[in-house]
């Protein structure tokens, strides 16, 4: 959609010039509080499957993850730094995508971006999701904003997301995918903001009440399957 690139361009900038302050108080903080780069880079899939690298600001010890593969956390865990609690809280660290979006890497609103890694774990249908460009924000993303405390709940992270959270997360894509127009991206933009204040319900971003009814089922199995 050409209008959606034209709003990512404009807007990316804008955000660029005004969160600039913020961007660099927040990682003087980072610098100043922990050992390490002040970004953390990682390689991502975007659409048509492309590979990039996306930057977010750094939260957790440079020793945990040092190899990048993209190990899943909860939000309590003792690898994330003082500030970098804050910063995934209130979603700072993702305002380096920014960049990203103006490169074209990425769109305000889109599925997130994938590790390669776990492409073998995607069917042919999976791969819907790339037909569009990875966003900071989708429906999964504001469905699955307590995902970290669901990480906390359990005892295998990796193989409780790869088998409950990742396919789940991939139809709510599609979802997306399927539905997605112009206004609906504002739409969810305002939704993302309206999440983290906890001031929007899921069923007001995902119309689907039958896919909704699947993270409940997801949740039922924490403590007894994992």
């Known amino acids: 959609m050409l209008l959606k690139r034209i709003f990512d361009v404009i807007v990316s900038f804008l955000g660029i010039i005004f969160f600039l302050p913020l961007m660099v108080v927040v990682g003087i903080i980072i610098k100043l509080t922990s050992k390490g780069p002040i970004l953390f880079s990682q390689k991502r899939l975007t ?9 977010k600001f750094r939260s957790m010890r440079t020793d945990f993850d040092k190899d990048g593969v ?22 700072i660290d993702e305002l380096p995508q920014l960049f990203n979006i103006l490169k074209g890497d990425m769109s305000f609103i889109g599925p997130r971006p994938e590790l390669p890694r776990r492409l073998k774990y995607y069917s ?30 359990v005892k295998d992270r990796e193989k409780f997301y790869i088998e409950q959270i990742m396919p789940y997360k991939i139809d709510l894509n599609l979802y997306y995918v399927q539905t997605r127009n112009f206004w609906n991206d504002i739409f969810l933009i305002i939704g993302t903001f309206l999440k983290i204040l906890n001031k929007i319900k899921n069923e007001q971003v995902v119309k689907d009440t039958d896919l909704l009814k699947k993270k409940d089922e997801i949740v039922g199995k924490i403590g007894v399957e994992y």
């Open 47 to 55: 659409m048509g499957l492309r590979e990039f690298t996306i930057y």
């Open 70 to 91: 993209g190990i899943q956390v909860g939000g309590n865990s003792l690898a994330i730094t003082p500030i970098g609690r804050f910063v995934r809280k209130t979603k």
């Open 124 to 153: 042919d249908r999976d791969k819907g999701i790339f037909k569009v460009r990875s966003g900071i924000s989708s429906p999964a993303s504001i469905v699955f904003s307590d995902e970290e405390y669901l990480m906390d709940q």
